[in-house]
């Protein structure tokens, strides 16, 4: 069982919820310019209206809480406090952004429900993007900016502000292959200067909160390939910890540890590894601190004392000493197409752990399902709950065996927009008609509640 402080929460984003793109004087967002270029999206769907959570965000906490959902961790919309993404004297804060997530905090207060901030969860103003985005190294002091802002904001309000959610995926998908926003197709050495720059900004933010507040706690939240053994032998074990920190070819971005090790080691990646040899622009150079992006005192600013690391987990590989196991027809996927793989929630923790020696938080875990509403009105979904069971069964296996696992936080709370998929993919453990706007608790809810309970 895990320990009775153990936080049990759910999990969203600002710009795959909200709507309101465009009211009360928020600022476009890279996503708002992305989803409305036809084509970049699945069926041409967008988050302009998204779950109309910033219409009906008390309604959604109150259900939150007779869910018996404890802690709900959310993004705020950086554009939307400040349009331009600049915070100085010259560009004040958007009052009635900032008014948004005071009234969200305030309701889950009023609920007994912990608020957990992430500041960053893709959705970057639009206008630096327009000077450069995140190849642009300002960026990075300008997210400081913002940081130091809602730090000192809510300070004694939110125990908890991460600072980046997913620095991979931002990367991978946003820069290398530009199925994201805001849709670049760069070279690896370009992708490695958004990672760096990334990384800085995490450094800097961290800063900043410690500056403002020493109660405020603060990670960021990681994903990236896990793997598992095949068998319990010792050479299967170790070589599924190797493969969970190797990753190379068209999906070299989707790894912890290029930006974990920067910013929890305070080392760079060996650019001459085997990792990086389907990029052929970086061979003339004999080490990352050559690349005319990187500062001499870079690494101790993106290097900060951090009080847990955030884990993203949906699946992993299987791993024997021959190398990764390879899927057997059949094999189980979600509706997305992603394997079930419950293991890595075991050894792929296990090996974060012993590689950063950070108290970990699952800050997203789940599964899209095709959910329907049945004859009877209602949402039954019994494979969600036995992924559930599965996954969370084997993270229990690695609190026990000594991981320090402060939380568990369940993505996602309702259906929502899913990124270049549209709104096809349904994570959430709420449904929700996005014509009429209503909500229905699915089985999985129930479940999670009783689990709580328990």
Known sequence: MFDKNFIWGTATSAYQIEGAYKEDGKGLSIWDTFSNVPGNTANNENGNTACDHYHRFRDDIKLM???????????????????????????SYNEKGLEFYNNIVDC????????????????????????????NRETAYHFADYAEFICRHFSGKVKCIATINEPQIISGLGYWLGLHAPGHKLNAKDVLNVIHNLALAHGLAVERIRSVSADVITGFSSTGNLCYPKTESKEDIDAAKNATFMAEGKNWTFSHHIFCDMACLGRYPDIKSGYFKSAPELQPFSSYEELDFVKESDINIICQPVDFLGVNVYNGHQVSKDGVVPRKTGFPRTSLGWPVTPEVMDYGIRFLYERYNLPIIITENGLACNDVVSLDGKIHDPGRIDFLARYINNLEKAYKSGVPILGYFHWSFMDNFEWHSGFDPRFGLVYVDFETQERIPKDSAYWFKSLIES
């Open 108 to 135: 889950c207060t009023e609920y007994g429900i912990e608020p957990y901030i992430t500041l960053y969860h893709w959705d970057l103003p639009d206008a630096l993007e327009q000077k450069g985005g995140w190849l």
């Open 65 to 91: 809480h007779e869910l018996g959902i404890k802690a709900y961790r959310f993004s705020i919309s950086w554009p939307r406090i400040f349009p331009e993404g600049i915070c100085d004297s010259t560009h």
